[in-house]
């Protein structure tokens, strides 16, 4: 992604390279993520929410929700942005192709790769285009929790 800061004009779409690629910082999921996500989604299923249930699952434990880590795999992204880049989205645009690959437990540290795979003309008067991001979520340990292509709409 760009370095620069000036937003003035700035067009992401210009700047933006096919095969260019991004790795964000990391992010523990904890134990009060889990919680607090239970609170906002209303999801209090078992798999993240019950313990002693959890011991004898195929998973050992509970498991993070698998849309709390696609929600922190967006906010890392976002977060990555410089200033400029992010007066120049226009809005998250959809998501293809999602699956969430492997648990994550609380404790565990995550961070997004992606890599540019297509940038199209957007006949929307609000944008210059669409950008299509192919996106892994990867754990600590190398492994791979979330594939998905993420779409934006920018200036």
């Known amino acids: 992604m760009s370095d620069s800061d000036d ?15 991004d790795v ?7 134990e009060a993520d889990i919680a607090n996500f239970a609170g906002v989604s209303g999801d209090f299923n078992h798999l993240h929410m019950d313990a002693e249930a959890m011991e004898d699952s195929m ?3 509970r498991i993070a929700h698998g849309m709390l880590v696609f929600s922190a795999a967006t ?17 998250f645009y959809g998501v293809d192709d999602l699956r969430f690959r492997g648990p994550v437990f ?5 961070h997004v790769e ?6 199209r003309e957007s006949d929307n008067p609000q944008a210059t285009g669409t950008i299509n991001y192919e996106v892994e979520v990867v ?17």
Do not use: H
């Open 114 to 119: 992606a890599e540019v795979v297509e940038k």
């Open 106 to 110: 609380a404790g565990d540290t995550i």
């Open 75 to 91: 906010g890392l992204l976002w977060q990555n942005r410089t200033p400029a880049e992010r007066d120049a989205v226009v809005a």
């Open 24 to 30: 964000t910082g990391g992010r523990t999921i904890t």
């Open 139 to 155: 754990k600590q340990d190398g492994s791979t929790a979330i594939s998905c292509s993420m779409l934006s709409l920018v200036e």
């Open 7 to 21: 937003g003035e004009g700035y067009s992401i779409y210009e700047n933006t390279v096919e095969g260019e690629t």
């Open 59 to 61: 998973f050992g434990e």
